[in-house]
Nanobody, 114 residues
Framework: VQLVESGGGLVQAGGSPRLSCAAS????????IAWFRQAPGKEREMVAA???????RYADSVQGRFTISREKVRNAVNLQMNDLKPEDTAVYYC?????????WGKGTLVTVSK
């Protein structure tokens, strides 16, 4: 099982990039998927999550700005980020729980410039 994130990079404040997490070795639709992020010097925090039934959950800090969604054709989960702020700068990780194990991607860095 492998998760691979993409879509990070340098973005201006107010920008709207989209991150993508592609899975191999499992059918994403059958599992809860979450995006976490870790900013320099801070703990990793959950940003957004989507359950197998499509119910979503967001951190208060991104509610109304970020949207998590499934892309079934690509077996992927996307994170649309809008109105980015400098405090959104972090490494963003994709996560799922598979047969008793936490599965993490390697992360993708998003840097928001003022």
């Amino acid at each position: 099982v492998q998760l691979v994130e993409s879509g990070g990079g340098l973005v201006q404040a107010g920008g709207s990039p989209r991150l993508s997490c592609a899975a191999s070795g499992l059918i994403f639709d059958d599992y809860a998927i979450a995006w976490f992020r870790q900013a320099p010097g801070k703990e990793r925090e959950m940003v957004a999550a989507i359950a197998p039934n499509g119910v979503t959950r967001y951190a208060d800090s991104v509610q109304g700005r970020f949207t998590i969604s499934r892309e079934k054709v690509r077996n992927a989960v996307n994170l649309q980020m809008n109105d980015l702020k400098p405090e959104d700068t972090a490494v963003y990780y994709c996560w799922t729980y598979y047969y008793g194990r936490d599965i993490w991607g390697k992360g993708t860095l998003v840097t928001v410039s003022k």
